[in-house]
């Protein structure tokens, strides 16, 4: 298996595609700060209060970043080399989401770096609090991020078609999750389950003027696990799934 | 010999449909095995279950006397294929491809890629990419990537489609080369059935998914010996006259007043001779044998006959 994720990790590394996604994000999370700077309330705190505000785009981003890992298999027809070759489908399956995993997370810290080093260059207002609450929110983000990379990787071995995955990703993960919010609103135990979502546990849950500090759902301990038992509850379930399905899959 | 690949009644359904139905085959180690049938005769079928693309609905089979689902992974190692048209990723170029199933199957020595590209005759394209490569050049790089290993074994779906005259008998002298100095086993499928019959030392024909024979070189031989083909006014009465006056008795009269004379000792100036002092009017008198193009014709045709 590891010559295997060693193959993935060579041809992510010469594919134009993630290197553009990953240059072009932290060209961007430094166009972003520059254009903050032009503004009257662009400071550090709001730079990375905002960053962390949105990481339900985060979670966007990173399904065109997935399919772009994922290479194309099924299009491509690749799939049946490894196959053919006497390589378990659990080790492909279990190598590929590595790689998916380990790329993501590359991608996400590299990004926040560039996009912290560049706010603390560019901008003014350097309180280390809102570090501190930028990196509690990346850490607790992490595992949400890891549920948005497993149901994307499961889809990938479902269908075939990347429409179709985009489709379907974008059911579970966003509109599935916002509905049962709007209806949660009227039955409580639709809104329960609603706040056990990834999508919606990306949410604020107070402000503080004084210390100019947004409280999100992780801020809190419980909150903070709750992030962790989302997260791990969703990957096993959407890993599984993924893998019944590959198992009994005819490679074409 | 050292059986490579045993089928058991292997079976596979789509549905409703029988696109394998109890197949027995059998490949020795160092055969060239052609797989020959239609569209849709189930050669892709069988060899992506050989290949564990593909699952059986019923019966086994074994990879180098190994059947169980471990062992078969261990034993494709061994093995080099190519399924349909070859797959890569487009936006590689030919080595970045080459590298990333190195790395993948653990070969050590970036040298073995140069290698292979020369044997099919790459070298030169390696900084193409996949997707600007012509057909051809497609398939002549499946069949580097089959043989990046070392195989013992050589499963090969329609291997020279696409390929250009000189290529076709490029590809052939190597898959040859390949079979004699390597004792490499060879299972083939091919549309192109003058060119199986250049290589290949057995057969297997399918016809909608059924097995319908399966013969070596030397009983398709047999099978497609030389006959002497006789049009006359009279079939039945000139039969009749090779039994008695010449004693021959193995022949087929076929409609149109036609007869196939396939004894060996037969003489046309006898037979001439024989049909013009009866009265037996000579259309025609004429050599021919049976290739594998018309035996697998007579066989599939007399198939659907039944």
């Known amino acids: 298996m590891f010559n295997y994720i060693r193959s993935e990790v060579y041809r992510n590394m010469h594919s134009k595609g993630n290197n553009m996604f990953l240059f072009g994000g932290m060209i961007f999370a430094i166009l972003l700060n520059l254009i903050l700077s032009m503004q009257t309330y662009g400071d550090t705190n709001f730079a990375l209060t905002s960053f962390y505000n949105a990481m339900r785009i985060i979670m966007i981003i990173s399904f065109p970043l997935i399919s772009l890992i994922y290479g194309q298999e099924f299009k491509h027809h690749t799939l049946k080399n490894p196959v053919s070759y006497g390589i378990s489908r659990s080790h492909i399956y279990f190598g590929k989401f590595l790689v998916e995993v380990a790329l993501c997370i590359l991608n996400l810290i590299c990004i926040s770096a560039v996009y912290v080093i560049s706010a603390y260059i560019i901008l003014g207002n350097t ?24 149901v994307a990787h499961c889809l990938h071995f479902v269908f075939d078609n990347e429409i179709t995955v985009g489709i379907v990703w974008a059911i579970i993960i966003v509109i599935i999750p916002a509905l049962l919010k709007t209806v949660g609103r009227r039955i409580e135990i ?24 947004l409280f999100m759902t992780w801020s809190s301990s419980t909150g903070f696990i709750k992030c962790f038992i989302i997260g791990f509850i969703g990957v096993a379930i959407f890993y599984t799934l993924g893998f019944i399905s590959f198992k009994s899959k005819q490679i074409k | 010999m050292k059986e490579v690949i045993k089928t058991h009644k292997l079976s596979k359904m789509y549905g409703k449909d029988n696109a394998l139905s109890d197949i027995n085959i059998t490949v020795r180690q160092g055969d060239i095995y052609g797989l020959v049938g239609d569209n849709g005769a189930g050669k892709t079928t069988l060899l992506r279950i050989l290949t564990g693309q593909s699952y059986a609905t019923s019966g086994s089979f074994q990879l180098f006397s190994k059947s169980s689902n471990k062992q078969l992974s261990r034993a494709r190692r061994r093995t080099g294929v190519i399924i349909e048209a070859p ?110 019959s250049n290589i290949a030392t057995c057969y297997g024909f399918l016809d909608k998914g059924r097995l319908v024979e399966e013969l070596s070189i030397g009983e398709l031989e047999e099978k497609s010996k030389s006959f002497l083909e006789i049009k ?23 409609p149109g007043e036609i007869i196939q004379l396939f004894d060996h000792n037969s003489v046309p100036e006898k037979i001439s001779e024989l049909a013009v002092t009866n009265g037996i009017g000579l259309i025609g008198l004429q050599e021919k044998s049976v290739d594998l193009e018309n035996y697998y014709m007579s066989l599939i045709g007399a198939d659907k006959n039944v």
């Open chain 2, 232 to 254: 006359v006014t009279n079939a039945k009465k000139l039969s009749a006259l090779l039994e008695e006056r010449l004693g021959y008795r193995d022949y087929k009269v076929l």
């Open chain 1, 190 to 213: 639709i809104g329960k389950v609603a706040n056990l979502t990834p999508w919606n546990v990306i949410d604020a849950t107070g402000y503080d003027e004084v210390t100019d500090r």
């Open chain 2, 87 to 196: 797959s890569f990723y487009p936006k590689l170029t030919v080595e970045q491809n080459m590298e990333y199933y190195r790395i993948q199957r653990g070969i050590p020595g970036k040298d073995r890629i140069d290698k292979v590209l020369k044997e099919v005759d790459l070298l030169n394209a390696k900084k193409k990419k996949f997707a600007d490569m012509s057909l051809g050049m497609k398939q002549r790089l499946g069949l580097a990537l089959t043989m990046i290993t070392e195989p013992e074994l050589l499963l090969l779906d329609e291997p020279i489609n696409g390929l250009d005259p000189s290529g076709i008998i490029e590809i052939r002298n190597l898959l040859l080369r390949l079979n004699k100095e390597n004792n490499i086993t060879i299972l083939i499928s091919s549309h192109i059935l003058p060119e199986l």
């Open chain 1, 127 to 150: 309180d280390i609090i809102h570090l501190v609450d930028f990196i509690r929110s990346l850490i607790a983000f992490t595992p949400l991020l890891l549920v948005s990379i497993a």
